[in-house]
């Protein structure tokens, strides 16, 4: 069984957006061919949700700029823009993906006191959305991971994919990702290749 995991295709990582990723809504036409593609038996999206206080916000701290390097609950934590702020348009998922396909959403980053980046786990590794248990409980076999943002919310999603669910198959899809910067981006594919996720593109994905 093959699932399709859409990683934060909000319109808050798109151009106009809170904190846009360069062509973030470039992959919306790619992940629509892959939804369309019949190649996925599920296909699940994961949503930031975050309160409009939440931590990882600079303006949530009075001496913080965004992009620069603060801590949240005692620990580093890079300080964002607000962004996809719950029940904003920020927050929705681009108007042009076809979210009737979707069977499962994931919200993440609810709780101000610590970042979600993966779609499976807080930064922290506490506290699980559940989809790890839902995935191995519909007997995925095969995850294919992409979206936005390739440095931060992709990675560490299929980086969790790896740990969480033993034996499952992740691959991750470059062309239907876009990342925050070129070097972070270069970096996360270098990692997540070097850790057993292979690195396809969508006509790879669906090829075979
Ligand atoms: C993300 C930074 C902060 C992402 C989310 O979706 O990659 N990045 N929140
Ligand atoms: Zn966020």
């Known amino acids: 069984m093959k ?10 990582f798109c151009p106009g957006g809170n904190l846009p990723v360069l062509e973030g809504h470039e992959v919306v036409p790619v992940a629509n061919r892959l939804i369309e593609s019949g190649k ?9 949700w975050h309160p409009e206080d939440h931590g990882s916000f600079a303006s949530s701290h009075p001496d913080k700029v965004p992009f620069e390097l603060g801590t949240l609950s005692g620990k580093p934590q890079m ?17 042009h993906l ?5 069977d ?26 559940g989809l790890a248990a839902y995935l191995k409980d519909q007997d995925i076999t095969d995850l294919d991971v992409c979206g936005l943002a390739t440095d931060y919310c992709v990675k560490f999603s299929a ?10 198959q992740v691959r991750f899809i470059e062309d239907a990702s876009r990342g925050i910067t070129p070097d972070g981006v270069a970096a996360a594919i270098d990692e997540m290749r070097q850790k057993g996720i292979a690195i396809i ?3 790879q994905a669906m090829s075979d």
């Open 104 to 129: 499962l959403i994931i919200q993440k980053g609810l709780n101000r006191s610590v970042d979600s980046y993966s779609a499976f786990r807080d930064n922290d590794r506490d506290a699980h959305t």
């Open 79 to 95: 300080m964002w823009p607000d962004h996809c702020v719950q029940g904003t348009e920020d927050a929705e998922l681009h108007p």
């Open 201 to 203: 593109t969508s006509e």
């Open 40 to 48: 996925y038996d599920l296909i699940v999206a994961s949503q930031d």
């Open 3 to 12: 699932a399709l995991l859409l990683v934060d295709i909000q319109n808050g």
């Open 159 to 168: 980086l969790d994919a790896l740990e969480m669910m033993p034996g499952v």
């Open 98 to 102: 076809k979210i009737e396909a979707i």
